[in-house]
């Protein structure tokens, strides 16, 4: 076996599935050399996920990408609930204050071909055809092994590696980190793509759900005129693992639907899938130069569509943090927050998917409970808007983060420490604009509200490494002489009150590098 030397990279990032390329664009957009490696010949070519919601929209705008998503995708406006056989009302998905009101349906093939475009222009592309083999952890760094097709080995030097390469993850395994969980027993999903002769006429922004005794169906349009078709049921053969046959399909859709004799017509090219599942995370996210994102830290049933999601707000999370401490402008403390801000959002996921009763096959006494109770949940003006906001994702938190500081007065508006900073109407230093229009991923953005001047403010957070801009901005959703810390991925790292320096100072000397005086 042949065995080459290369020199030092910053980051490589093991898996070129969605996660890993968006955590190498957003390594790339802060100057940092990350190569992206892969086992595969080349790009995915599967379908599977299907929904990107509004928060993870957010993300990938700071990465440059959104508009490739919104081109490709389908605007999704609200869910269609049919239980027993019978409609009993509509989801609304729309929320305020974001540029992405709506999510999108998208496959995961155009997803991956969207990211790859995008690394391209930051650099090389994915290297494909690149096992890692071995992964030799330092103090200092990490050696990688990677191995093409005809055997030959390459060794690649780096200062960070990242597992993104899924369950099985070698770079899991070489921290040490275990995979704490349990397979879920008596689950299975069965997919297709086809266009279905059914009474229930096609609308490319409407996603249905079907719940019936014993099985749930989710049928969400993807771009060409077809539908998803996701049945959560029961797995009396735990065994079998051939893809699921259109009969197959057809018999369950009647089943969810009650509807009798729905027919499916595959897509060219055809796909189906038949999966099972296991609920684990890992013991730890990080361990010196190495760290986990995606299904090689977190792995759940694909139930509310959140798996791809959560990992791309895990990648939007580590790539700036992972910059910040990679060019010397943070404490290496920083990278601590992205595994228990990251483990915090994956528990309230599963914990979340563990109790959907409404995507978890039903036993009758549950979808007797259904039929009674979601009619009204659905009716309700104030439960469709919350139903909204857990569907967006913008209700995801780090107020509990070391990284989120201060508190909100007793009767102020706005957001708390950690919480997503909404993309209000304000008036700035250049006029009306929209909030996340002054934001940039690339930087943090001290926010101000009220009168008086900056300058003051300026030469404070100039003695630090932290790329940082001050804004004075007028807003009603913030009360005069307001603070805000806004971290690049736009939550709340500080909120205290505008002439409030001692705690800014504190938040400051804890989290970014003092410049030497000269």
């Known amino acids: 076996m042949q065995?080459?030397?290369?020199?030092?990279?910053?980051?490589?990032?093991?898996?070129?599935?969605?996660?890993?390329?968006?955590?190498?664009?957003?390594?790339?957009?802060?100057?940092?050399?990350?190569?992206?490696?892969?086992?595969?010949?080349?790009?995915?070519?599967?379908?599977?996920?299907?929904?990107?919601?509004?928060?993870?929209?957010?993300?990938?705008?700071?990465?440059?990408?959104?508009?490739?998503?919104?081109?490709?995708?389908?605007?999704?406006?609200?869910?269609?609930?049919?239980?027993?056989?019978?409609?009993?009302?509509?989801?609304?998905?729309?929320?305020?204050?974001?540029?992405?009101?709506?999510?999108?349906?998208?496959?995961?093939?155009?997803?991956?071909?969207?990211?790859?475009?995008?690394?391209?222009?930051?650099?090389?592309?994915?290297?494909?055809?690149?096992?890692?083999?071995?992964?030799?952890?330092?103090?200092?760094?990490?050696?990688?092994?990677?191995?093409?097709?005809?055997?030959?080995?390459?060794?690649?030097?780096?200062?960070?590696?990242?597992?993104?390469?899924?369950?099985?993850?070698?770079?899991?395994?070489?921290?040490?980190?275990?995979?704490?969980?349990?397979r879920r027993t008596n689950l299975q999903s069965l997919q297709i793509n086809a266009v279905p002769e059914w009474k229930h006429p096609y609308r490319a922004d409407v996603a249905r759900i079907f719940i019936n005794h014993g099985v749930t169906l989710i049928a969400d349009p993807v771009p060409g005129g077809a539908l998803r078709l996701f049945a959560f049921c029961p797995d009396p053969d735990p065994e079998r693992q051939e893809p699921p046959t259109t009969e197959e399909m057809e018999e369950l859709v009647s089943r969810a639907t009650g509807e009798e004799g729905v027919r499916l017509r595959p897509t060219e090219p055809h796909w189906a899938n038949r999966a099972r599942f296991h609920d684990r995370i890992a013991g730890r996210f990080r361990s010196g130069p190495a760290l986990l994102l995606g299904d090689s830290a977190h792995l759940w049933a694909p139930i509310g569509g959140r798996g791809l999601n959560t990992g791309l707000l895990g990648a939007h999370n580590l790539a700036w943090k992972l910059a910040a401490v990679h060019h010397g402008w943070c404490p290496d403390a920083l990278l601590d927050t992205y595994d228990a801000e990251q483990r915090h959002t994956?528990?309230?996921?599963?914990?979340?998917?563990?109790?959907?009763?409404?995507?978890?096959?039903?036993?009758?006494?549950?979808?007797?409970?259904?039929?009674?109770?979601?009619?009204?949940?659905?009716?309700?003006?104030?439960?469709?808007?919350?139903?909204?906001?857990?569907?967006?994702?913008?209700?995801?938190?780090?107020?509990?983060?070391?990284?989120?500081?201060?508190?909100?007065?007793?009767?102020?508006?706005?957001?708390?420490?950690?919480?997503?900073?909404?993309?209000?109407?304000?008036?700035?230093?250049?006029?009306?604009?929209?909030?996340?229009?002054?934001?940039?991923?690339?930087r943090w953005s001290l926010l101000v509200t009220g009168d008086g001047g900056t300058e003051d403010l300026r030469r404070l957070t100039a003695r630090y490494a932290l790329p940082l801009a001050v804004l004075r901005i007028r807003t009603d959703a913030l009360p005069d002489g307001t603070l805000l810390l806004v971290r690049p991925d736009g939550h709340v790292g500080l909120r205290a009150g505008a002439k409030d320096r001692r705690a800014l100072t504190a938040y400051l000397d804890r989290w970014a590098v003092r410049l030497v005086e000269q």
């Open 346 to 442: 994956a528990q309230c996921v599963m914990r979340h998917m563990r109790r959907n009763v409404l995507e978890l096959p039903p036993d009758r006494r549950t979808l007797a409970a259904i039929r009674v109770l979601l009619p009204h949940v659905l009716r309700s003006r104030r439960l469709n808007r919350r139903g909204a906001e857990l569907l967006s994702d913008f209700g995801k938190h780090h107020r509990d983060s070391e990284l989120s500081a201060g508190r909100r007065p007793k009767g102020g508006g706005g957001p708390r420490p950690g919480d997503r900073v909404p993309d209000w109407a304000v008036v700035g230093g250049t006029g009306p604009a929209r909030l996340h229009e002054l934001l940039s991923y690339q």
């Open 3 to 182: 065995r080459a030397i290369r020199g030092v990279r910053d980051v490589v990032v093991v898996g070129a599935g969605p996660t890993g390329m968006a955590l190498g664009v957003g390594l790339r957009r802060y100057g940092v050399d990350a190569v992206v490696v892969d086992r595969r010949a080349g790009g995915g070519q599967e379908p599977r996920a299907s929904v990107v919601w509004q928060r993870a929209l957010e993300a990938l705008r700071d990465l440059g990408c959104a508009d490739g998503f919104v081109r490709e995708g389908l605007a999704l406006s609200r869910g269609e609930f049919h239980v027993a056989g019978t409609r009993v009302g509509t989801q609304e998905m729309h929320v305020a204050d974001t540029a992405f009101p709506g999510p999108l349906g998208i496959e995961q093939d155009a997803i991956e071909a969207i990211l790859r475009e995008r690394l391209r222009l930051w650099g090389p592309d994915v290297l494909w055809g690149r096992e890692a083999v071995a992964v030799r952890l330092g103090e200092e760094g990490a050696e990688v092994d990677l191995r093409t097709a005809d055997g030959r080995t390459t060794t690649v030097a780096c200062r960070w590696v990242v597992g993104a390469e899924g369950s099985h993850s070698l770079v899991r395994k070489s921290m040490g980190a275990e995979f704490r969980g349990e």
